[in-house]
């Protein structure tokens, strides 16, 4: 957590479980210039949060989904 500028980026968020992964492409995120920590906001986080609970129940073996049509679908 350096205090580095930081930008709008897309980032591909990857939950394992023991029984499944999901992974969610081009989820907004914030990332460092300085020392490239990527970052979610608030609003972001939860959504996620959310969204990979619901799948969680769904996904057998590994699913990708799109943010911008698994945050609609919710
Ligand atoms: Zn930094």
Redesign the pocket.
């Known amino acids: 957590?350096?205090k580095?500028n930081v930008t709008e980026t897309k980032h591909t968020y990857i939950q394992e479980f023991d029984d499944c992964i999901i992974i969610i492409k081009n989820v907004p995120a914030l990332v460092?210039a300085?020392?490239g920590?990527v970052y979610y906001s608030d609003e972001i986080s939860e959504k996620l949060e959310e969204i990979v609970n619901r799948l969680q129940t769904m996904v057998k073996d590994v699913a990708i989904f799109e943010y911008d049509k698994v945050v609609k679908a919710a």
Do not use: F
């Open positions: 957590m350096c580095g460092c300085q020392c920590e």
